[in-house]
Structures are given as C-alpha cells and as structure tokens.
C-alpha cells in the first residue's frame, strides 16, 4: 500500500528560504535597490537567473513530492515566464528573453535533478528494509 505523505528530505525544507531570496531580488530590483553592479559582468546574471530559478525547483520538487511534482513544475514554469513578462510593464525592469530562457532551463534541469535523486533514495531506501 502506498503511503500518502512520503518522506521528504530535510534539505527539501530550504524551498522557502530560496523563494525569499527570489522575492526579495525582485521586490529590490522593482524599486531600484537592488546592487546591479554585481551582476554587470557576463554571465554573472543568466547564471543567477539559472541557479536562483533552479534551486527553487529543486528544493520545491522534493519538498512537493512525486505525486505533485508535475504540477507544481508547471506551476512554477507558468510563473517564472509571467514574471519575466511583468518587467515590460514595470519602469525600473526590463524584460530579457535571455533571462527568461535560463529561468526555464534552470527550473527543468534541476527539476529533473531533484527527480532523479528521489528515485534513488527511494530505490536504496527499499533495499536497506527489505
């Protein structure tokens, strides 16, 4: 019988702390105070864009758990484009098909990550109690 709530990794939990950190650089950038200069230099802000968006899909994979996985995926994917969109409306953002393209590719690749790890601990998790 399959359980309802799976265990998650307690690592899984940092989804929150990284979607503060996502919301807080936006909320920053939206009103102009957010440290540009640190970012100027290529690639320094696709890879943000890439390792900030990732990591959210990654902790959030294993924190979701396998069956809500798909959607929330979508979910996130929905949301990071619509973000990246929002910035042709807003004064102090400018809306970059580069940046929206590392997003999605960071929130499939690590998605996919996160997934794989979780079979595996699965997959050993079975053998140690059989």
């Known amino acids: 019988m399959a359980r309802m709530n799976e265990p998650r990794p307690v690592w899984a939990w940092l ?5 503060a950190v996502i919301i807080s650089a ?3 950038a939206t009103t102009g105070h957010f440290p540009v200069a640190l ?16 990591g959210l899909s990654f902790f959030g994979v294993a924190l979701v758990g396998r069956a809500r996985r798909c959607p929330f995926v ?19 953002r400018t809306f970059d098909l580069g940046d929206l393209a590392m997003n999605l590719l960071g929130i499939s690749v690590f998605a996919a990550a996160a997934a794989t790890l979780a079979a595996r601990g699965r997959r050993s998790h079975r053998r140690g109690s059989a």
């Open 26 to 28: 936006s909320l920053l």
């Open 15 to 19: 989804f929150f702390p990284q979607l």
């Open 39 to 54: 970012l100027q230099r290529p690639p320094l802000d696709k890879v943000g864009h890439l390792v900030l968006y990732g």
């Open 74 to 92: 979508t979910c996130l994917l929905v949301a990071a484009t619509l973000e990246e969109l929002s910035q042709r409306a807003l004064p102090r």
